[in-house]
C-alpha cells in the first residue's frame, strides 16, 4: 500500500482574502500571468495560495451548531420493470418542501422531490433506461457524470427536457444568453415552437438509455441545462449512480449499509430557509447569470452532507467504505479524518476514483477534491473504541466551514470484510499509444471591453468544434489555466500523465473524468475515446464557470 503525505494548509478558502474582483481577475488572467493592476506583492500573495475558488454568499438564516443531525443517506431507487435485459426506472423532477435547517423549510428542486436523489444503482453491460418527467417550472437537461453514453443520452446543455404543459410552449432560448459571448443563439427564424440548430427539445417526458458497458464506479447524475447548470444544482438537482459488476463484488470490499454514499457540498440560506443564490433573475427563466461579485464562483458558509448541516454519523466499529462526491458548485476541500484523542489523522485508504477502482488501494493522510471528483475510501473503525468521535474537516475551510461531518462509534460487530493489497486489473495505456497531442487553455479573456471564461479563447458556440479525436484512439491532452479549474471530460476517460512536468499525485491515481487544474498549472492526461462517436464536451465544473461559457465541443469522428 503506497502512502502521501500532503502539505500543510496553506490557508483558509473563500475567507477573509484579498477578494480577486472581476476586473483585477480579469488584468491578471492575462497571457503568461502578466500583473498590473493587482500589483506585484498582491499577485504573488495569490499565486502561492492558490485557494481561492469563488466568493462567500453569507446566510440570514439562523444555522444549526455542527454535529447535532443525524446524517441521512439518500434511499436507494426501485427498477419500475425489469425486461430482456434492460432495467427501467422512472424519476420525476418537481418541487418540495423538506427540512434541512432544523425548524425551517427550503423548496428544493429535486429528482422526486428529494435532495439528493435517489441513488440508482446499475450493473455493468446491462442496459438502464430512465424515465424522466419535468414538473419543475424551467427546462432541465440531465447528465450522468462520468457515464460512458451515446450522445443523444448525454445531457448535452441544448438537448433541453421542457416542463410539462403550457411553461413548455415558451420559447426557452430567448432565456439562454447573458452575453457571455455564446453563438449558439443564431438560427434566424423558424416555426413556432421548433427548436433552432443546436438545440434539441422534449416536452414533459423523456427517456435516457445507458449501456453501462463500463466498470463499477461511483457516477453521480446533475442538471446541465445551458447557462442555468449552477442555480439548479444549486437547488437540488443531483444525485448518486452507482455501476457494479462481478469483479468488484469479490473484492470483499464492505457493502450493504457499511457502502455510504457521501454528497458532500456548501449552500447558503434565507432568513425563511429558502436558499439563497445571487442570480439574475431568481426565477431562472429570463435573464441567465450572477451578480457580479460571484463570477468566479458562489461558496455557501453551510456544509451540507446528503442534504443534511454538518451531520453525525453512528457506525459501528467495523470498515466502511465511504464514497465521497464533491457536489458543490466551486468549493474545494481538503480532506482529513481527526480523531479527537488527540487529534491524529486517520488514514483514509483509496480504492476508487472517479471511473473506477485502483489497481491497488493508496492511503492517503489527506485528500483534495476540486468540484466533481469523487473518491472511494475504506475507513476501519474498529481500530477505535466504543464511544470515540472522529471528525472529518477540511483543511481549506475556516471556522464552521472547516468542519464536514462526525463519524461516532458504537458497538462492534463481525466483519469479514477486507481491503486487498491489489484490486482491479486496469486497462493500461501509455504516451507512446497517443496518436495526437491537443492543448487547451482555461482563461478569462476580453474581446470588446466584455470579459467571459474560455477555451483557447473561444467563446462557446453549439456548432464550434475545438477537437475531432477518433474513436478508439488515445491522445495527449494538454490543460492550462489561470484560476482553479475541474476541467471534466464528457464520454472519455483518462489517465493524469503529469502536473507541470512533474509525476502526478497519489490523489490522481486511476481512472478519471474530472483532473483538478490549479492556477499556472499545465497538466497533461491521455484521453481514451471509446464508446461511441458523436459531439460531446468539456468544460470547467465550476458551476458559475460552466454558465458564463467555459465549455468546449469536442466531436468523435
Known amino acids: 500500500m503506497s502512502t502521501e503525505r500532503t502539505t500543510a494548509n496553506p490557508g483558509p478558502e473563500g475567507a477573509r482574502r484579498p477578494r480577486m474582483s472581476r476586473r483585477r481577475l480579469l488584468t491578471y488572467a492575462g497571457a503568461g500571468g ?5 500589483g506585484v506583492t498582491a499577485a504573488s500573495r495569490l499565486r502561492l495560495s492558490g485557494e481561492t475558488t469563488g466568493e462567500q454568499l453569507t446566510s440570514t438564516a439562523r444555522l444549526p451548531r455542527p454535529f447535532e443531525v443525524p446524517l441521512p443517506v439518500p434511499p436507494v431507487a426501485t427498477p419500475v420493470s425489469r425486461a430482456n435485459g434492460v432495467e427501467t426506472y422512472e424519476l420525476e423532477q418537481r418541487e418540495a418542501r423538506l427540512e434541512i435547517l432544523p ?3 427550503t423548496t428544493v428542486w429535486g ?9 440508482l444503482v446499475g450493473r455493468r453491460d446491462r442496459r438502464t433506461v430512465v424515465r424522466l418527467r419535468n414538473r419543475l417550472p424551467v427546462p432541465t437537461s440531465t447528465h450522468l457524470h462520468g457515464g460512458v453514453i451515446p450522445p443523444d ?5 441544448t438537448d433541453l427536457l421542457l416542463p410539462e404543459g403550457p411553461a413548455g410552449r415558451r420559447d426557452w432560448t430567448k432565456s439562454m444568453s447573458h452575453g457571455s459571448g455564446h453563438g449558439h443563439h443564431s438560427g434566424g427564424s423558424r416555426p413556432a415552437g421548433a427548436a433552432p440548430e443546436g438545440w434539441k427539445f422534449s416536452q414533459g417526458e423523456r427517456e435516457y438509455e445507458y449501456p453501462l458497458d463500463q466498470p463499477a464506479a461511483t457516477l453521480w447524475y446533475h442538471d446541465h441545462r445551458m447557462d442555468f447548470s449552477a442555480p439548479q444544482v444549486w437547488r437540488g438537482l443531483a444525485g448518486f449512480f452507482l455501476v457494479r459488476d462481478d469483479e468488484e463484488e469479490a473484492l470483499g470490499l464492505p457493502e450493504g449499509e457499511r457502502d455510504v454514499p457521501l454528497m458532500l457540498c456548501d449552500r447558503s440560506f434565507e432568513e425563511d430557509g429558502s436558499f ?3 442570480s439574475l433573475d431568481p426565477t431562472l427563466t429570463e435573464k441567465a447569470g450572477v451578480e457580479d461579485a460571484y463570477h468566479s464562483g458562489v461558496l455557501g458558509d453551510v456544509q451540507l452532507v446528503n442534504g443534511a448541516p454538518w451531520p453525525e454519523f453512528e457506525v459501528t466499529g467495523a470498515r466502511y467504505r465511504l464514497r465521497l462526491l464533491n457536489a458543490a458548485n466551486a468549493r474545494r476541500y481538503r480532506l482529513a479524518l481527526e480523531d479527537e484523542r488527540g487529534g491524529k489523522r486517520v488514514p483514509l485508504v483509496q480504492v476508487g476514483s472517479d471511473c473506477g ?5 493508496v492511503t492517503h493522510e489527506t485528500l483534495t477534491m476540486a468540484p466533481a471528483e469523487r473518491f472511494d475510501v475504506v475507513v476501519d473503525f474498529s481500530r477505535y473504541p466504543d464511544g470515540s468521535v472522529l471528525t ?8 464552521d466551514m472547516g468542519k464536514v461531518m462526525r463519524f ?3 458497538g462492534r460487530r463481525p466483519d469479514d470484510s477486507r481491503v486487498p493489497d491489489r484490486l482491479v486489473t486496469l486497462d493500461r495505456v501509455s504516451r507512446r499509444q497517443s496518436v495526437r497531442e491537443r492543448s487547451f487553455d482555461f482563461r478569462m479573456t476580453t474581446e470588446g471591453g466584455h470579459s467571459m471564461w474560455t477555451v483557447n479563447g473561444r467563446p462557446f458556440s453549439t456548432d464550434g468544434v475545438w477537437a475531432s479525436p477518433r474513436l478508439d484512439t488515445v491522445e495527449v491532452w494538454r490543460f492550462t489555466s489561470d484560476f482553479h479549474h475541474p476541467v471534466h471530460l464528457h464520454l472519455a476517460h483518462f489517465k493524469v500523465l503529469s502536473r507541470s512536468g512533474r509525476a502526478p499525485s497519489a490523489s490522481d491515481a486511476g481512472w478519471k473524468d474530472t483532473v483538478d487544474v490549479r492556477p499556472y498549472e499545465v497538466v497533461e492526461v491521455l484521453a481514451r475515446f471509446r464508446g461511441y462517436k458523436g459531439r460531446y464536451m468539456m468544460h470547467c465544473h465550476n458551476l458559475e464557470h460552466e454558465d458564463m461559457a467555459m465549455m468546449a465541443n469536442f466531436d468523435i469522428v
Open 357 to 361: 477502482l485502483l489497481d491497488r488501494p
Open 111 to 119: 429528482y422526486d422531490g428529494l435532495f439528493p436523489g435517489r441513488t
Open 153 to 157: 443520452s448525454d445531457g448535452y446543455p
Open 392 to 399: 472529518l474537516v477540511n483543511t481549506l475551510g475556516d471556522g
Open 103 to 105: 425548524g425551517l423549510k
Open 276 to 278: 439563497s443564490y445571487p
Open 408 to 410: 461516532r462509534v458504537k
Open 34 to 38: 502578466v500583473v498590473t493592476a493587482l
